[in-house]
């Protein structure tokens, strides 16, 4: 099993919709979570990140972690055909700094 | 430009031959990570430097591939005998290290390796 789970998609929604991306982890001592965007033959670029449980936004974008379930999750609010790209959830204990990636999910907005 | 730079963006290589990728971090950041990631897939950690010092390597190294970061500036990647396998993007990041890292870990654009 791995560490952190994420639905590969692909999900396509029209313009304007909410989109609600999700993963979920195995290992409690995760500290920090985070959501990386990714566009076709680009790096990961970061997109939010949480300390231990609770939301955060930021524009368009909410970050929320739920502890308790091991649930991470991500809400595009009015969504853009910019917005179409992979999304990776990622985590790690903060220790070291090593990130674990979720599997990634595929969004497609189409306008 | 200030952002994490990875040479060359594409390497196509015939299996058995060997390969070095290199990363230019951002200049004031002390730790350097390599991760790799197939089609598909998220990326996987590979090893880290914190400074010049190979701190961690994932079981994915296999013996195989090395990794350096001379005076703790620019790192390489090297991959010797290549087996299609190897096909993937390399990517590189570079941190601060220390609390400010998970928010201040920044990739490169990645090294696409295939082996043919």
């Known amino acids: 099993q791995k560490e952190v789970e994420q639905d590969p998609g692909p999900l396509s929604v029209p313009e304007g919709a909410i989109v609600s991306l999700n993963c979920t982890y195995s290992?409690?001592?995760?500290?920090?979570f985070m959501w990386y965007r990714q566009y076709s033959r680009k790096g990961p670029e970061l997109l939010m990140y949480?300390?231990?449980?609770g939301n955060k936004e930021d524009g368009r974008f909410t970050a929320q972690v739920d502890k308790s379930s091991k649930y991470i999750s991500l809400f595009i609010r009015d969504s853009q055909p910019s917005d179409s790209a992979t999304y990776l959830c990622?985590?790690?204990?903060?220790?070291?700094?090593?990130?674990?990636f979720g599997q990634g999910t595929t969004l497609q907005v189409k306008p | 430009d200030t952002g994490v730079s990875q040479n060359p963006r594409h390497k196509i290589t015939k299996r058995g031959q060997n390969v070095t990728f290199r990363c230019d971090p951002i200049?004031?950041?002390?730790?350097l990570y390599w991760y790799r990631q197939t089609l598909g897939q998220g990326p996987e950690f590979l090893t880290y430097?914190?400074?010049?010092?190979?701190?961690?390597k994932s079981r994915l190294l296999s013996d195989r591939f090395s990794a350096e970061r001379p005076k703790g500036s620019f790192s390489t990647l090297e991959i010797q005998r290549t087996e299609q396998g190897d096909s993937a993007m390399y990517l590189c990041a570079s941190s601060l290290g220390g609390v400010s890292e998970v928010y201040g870990y920044t990739f490169g654009s990645g090294t696409r390796l295939t082996v043919v």
């Open positions: 290992n409690s001592a995760f500290q920090y």
């Open positions: 200049s004031e950041h002390n730790r």
């Open positions: 430097f914190q400074n010049e010092a190979q701190l961690e």
């Open positions: 990622a985590t790690t204990s903060g220790n070291t700094g090593k990130l674990i």
């Open positions: 949480t300390y231990s449980s």
